[in-house]
């Protein structure tokens, strides 16, 4: 099976079995090491393989993975770790690094239940010297690693790997402002392969590009490096750098990385690994902060993954021989995609924007149909946000649609800008609940309790597809403040759509079921397990109010307060965790009105969720209709 492809002929083919598999041998970088340097790029198609085969079962990010083949064999050729550092920007692309620290045979296990996690974690291995999940991390911490070497008197080396995207992030500008001052030696390798998740947008996309592009900047590097060569004597590399210098500032002006004092080289091709070692091993002797920009292909090996590298950035399982995933219902973020663009083709002020997640979000659909009105920040949630404040002030409708765990980024906009200043910015928030396979940094745990205390924003979830048109449909229409609204990963129910969205009454909950004994209220679509537990009770002979609260602010307060006072017992259901979540609204609503029915909770406990798929996390944490039942049940006489 041809599985590999090798450029441009495209025909590359598995590695011959009768011979010695070089990733076997390796049980940690020191195997790296005595492998001879022309079985390198053997070994690079192993690992190629290796990654394509796995992760068609588990899923997981292939694009990226397969992008920094070279360089990773490169860096753990050069460097030793635990003892040098090596920090990757987000992180997803740590897989081959995990296979060369002694973790290949474990990576078909990657992403699964009490297997690999699919980014960094420190508790996994001594070689993982920084966890990470989210983009712009790498250069900070890396610089704090720098710093704390420099004061201990150590001698180690500290690398951070950060893609393009990464250079868009707050964080990255900000510790690029203090590199110069913070430490005199760190490395920085600037992997540019011109995608994030999606293709890479903004001012600095273009200036890498023209790095990477103009004839006359190589011309003149090249020059420099030969006049070094040449000339003999003491300063002779510093000169040639300072004529090479103001010549690239002719050509290019305000070469950035120099301007905050690191020494630039590059671009180099990011797949030639003689040149990748050549370089570290001569920027390991540099005395002062170096950024090495180097070239690589996302996806590169796999035809379906070069095709399509945003839908191989990151995915499910999939058939290696074409790439294709299995199709189902629409999700709930195809749902939003579609939803926002069709009320957009009717209402002009809406507007679109994201941060670096079309795909993600699905507003791929509004890019295509309205690109007019569609904005993607790149990796800037908080420039994002203050974005769309702006367009509020003018009349518009922004749709802002982040990922939960990225909302987190932009918690000072929300409560300074967007409500202090009653702008309707509507928050949109994909991925609200767990995230399973990816994981603690992915799932959005955490987005009611930062956000229902903040004043005048409304929050709400919706238990199915048809109720979140409407919910969405409702946003369009509110322009008393921030609105936002949290869904889920995946699919919904699977109910069906009516025609016509309705507008919904602000804080107004669903009574679907009115009774005597217990008060069920689950939020969102843990309507399933509220359900299940609710066929439980009835079998048993309880009568039970079963109520969708909607509204996570305001709280229907009159509903919820006369159910629950006509109960022997309230049970809340919430994929979010317990401490400051949905459910502790209600104890606090029900204080306040001086009702003294008790609260049992089904939420998730006061700790960070490991990676799993879902139904395995929600059993083994008392996401269930019988851990629900057991709490409920003291409560009740028996029947």
Not at 160 to 168: E, I, K, P, R, S
Not at 224 to 233: C, I
Not at 436 to 455: A, K, S
Request: aromatic share 8%.
């Amino acid at each position: 099976m041809n599985l590999l492809i090798s450029l441009p002929t495209h025909s590359m083919t598995m590695s011959d079995s009768s011979s010695t598999n070089l990733l076997d041998t390796i049980q940690g970088p020191d195997d790296l090491k005595k492998i001879e340097s022309e079985r390198l790029p053997e070994l690079a198609e192993e690992i190629r393989n290796k990654l394509i085969t796995s992760l068609s079962n588990t899923g997981g990010h292939l694009g990226p993975n397969l992008g920094v083949v070279e360089l990773t064999i490169a860096m753990h050729r050069v460097f030793n770790t635990p003892t040098d550092k090596f920090l990757f920007d987000v992180s997803h692309q740590g897989y081959v690094h995990k296979m060369l620290t002694g973790r290949a045979k474990e990576i078909g296990s990657i992403r699964q239940y009490e297997g690999l996690n699919g980014f960094l974690l420190r508790t996994e291995s001594e070689h993982d010297c920084y966890g990470a999940g989210h983009a712009g991390t790498a250069l900070s911490a890396a610089l704090g690693m720098a710093s704390a070497r420099d004061l201990k008197g150590g001698d180690n080396h500290v690398v951070a790997v950060a893609g393009d995207a990464a250079f868009t992030c707050g964080p990255t500008l900000e510790a690029l402002n203090n590199i110069a001052e913070a430490t005199d030696r760190c490395i920085v390798v600037l992997n540019d392969n011109e995608w994030s998740i999606d293709k890479n947008v903004g001012a600095l996309a273009k200036y890498f590009n023209t790095l990477q592009s103009h004839p006359a900047y190589n011309d003149i590097r090249a020059k420099a490096a030969s006049l070094v060569e040449k000339v003999a004597g003491p300063g002779a590399r510093k000169f040639a750098h300072k004529i090479e210098r103001n010549a690239k500032n002719m050509i290019l002006p305000n070469v950035l990385f120099e301007k905050f004092g690191m020494r630039y080289y590059g671009p180099i091709d990011g797949h030639d690994l003689p040149s990748l070692i050549k370089s570290f091993e001569y920027l390991k002797e540099q005395g002062e902060p170096v950024i090495l920009h180097i070239i690589t292909e996302k996806g590169r090996g796999y035809q379906p993954a070069l095709d399509k590298p945003g839908k191989f950035h990151g995915l499910g399982p999939y058939n290696i021989e074409d790439g294709s995933t299995a199709s189902g219902a629409p999700t709930f973020s195809e749902l939003f995609g579609r939803t926002v663009t069709d009320f957009a083709k009717e209402d002009k002020s809406i507007t679109a924007i994201t941060a670096a997640m079309p795909g993600g979000t699905k507003l791929e659909t509004f890019k295509a149909e309205i690109p007019e009105r569609y904005f993607d920040v790149g990796i800037a949630e908080e420039h994002a946000a203050l974005f769309a404040c702006g367009h509020a002030t003018q009349g518009l409708k922004p749709f802002l649609a982040i990922y939960s765990t990225f909302m987190q980024r932009a918690y000072d906009m929300i409560l300074h800008d967007m409500a202090l200043q009653k702008l309707p910015v509507r928050l949109c928030m994909d991925r609200g609940g767990l995230s399973g396979d990816d994981g603690p940094t992915h799932h959005g745990l955490f987005d009611i309790g930062y956000l229902r205390h903040v004043p005048g924003l409304v929050h709400m979830q919706p238990k199915d597809e048809d109720e979140f048109i409407d919910m969405l449909w409702t946003m369009t229409k509110y322009e008393d403040g921030p609105i936002a609204i949290r869904y889920p990963r995946g699919n919904g129910p699977g109910v069906s759509i009516k025609d016509q969205p309705n507008l919904l009454t602000i804080g107004e909950a669903e009574v679907i079921q009115e009774g005597t004994d217990v008060c069920l209220i689950p939020l969102g679509t843990m309507m399933e397990v509220a359900l299940e537990t609710k066929e439980q009770l009835e079998s048993k002979g309880y009568s039970v109010t079963l109520i969708n609260p909607r509204w996570i602010k305001p709280l229907d307060a009159p509903t919820i307060t006369k159910s629950s006072a006509n109960s022997k017992v309230v049970c809340t259901f919430e994929d979010h965790v317990l401490y400051n979540g949905f459910g502790l609204s209600i104890i606090e609503l029900l204080h306040d009105k001086v009702i003294d029915t008790p609260v049992e909770r089904i939420g998730w406990p006061d700790e960070f969720i490991e990676h799993g798929k879902p139904e395995i996390l929600r059993k083994k944490h008392g996401m269930t209709s019988e851990a629900a039942i057991a709490k409920i049940s003291p409560h009740l006489e028996a029947k």
